[in-house]
């Protein structure tokens, strides 16, 4: 399993928000931490903060804003 440093994981978390993959099938492809993608994507949200339920939330109000145009 191929363990990146602090610095790659910013890039490797913005790669796995643009590929629309399910985490599972992101880190298999990249042959990375589960857990370890987890904790990078949380300490991301965290410092935007935003929770779960807030990104849930702009999903459904961009989704709704598609279906306006």
């Keep these: 399993m191929r363990r990146p440093n602090p610095d790659e994981w ?3 978390v913005e790669e796995f928000e643009a590929s629309g ?4 099938e992101f880190v298999a492809k990249h042959d990375l931490s589960l857990g370890t993608l987890q904790y990078w ?12 339920s807030d990104l849930a939330a702009e999903s459904v109000a961009a989704f ?3 279906w306006r145009l």
């Design 21 to 24: 993959l399910q985490q599972k």
């Design 10 to 12: 910013p890039k490797l």
């Design 41 to 52: 994507l949380y300490k991301k949200r965290k410092k935007r903060g935003l929770r779960a």
């Design 64 to 66: 709704l804003c598609l």
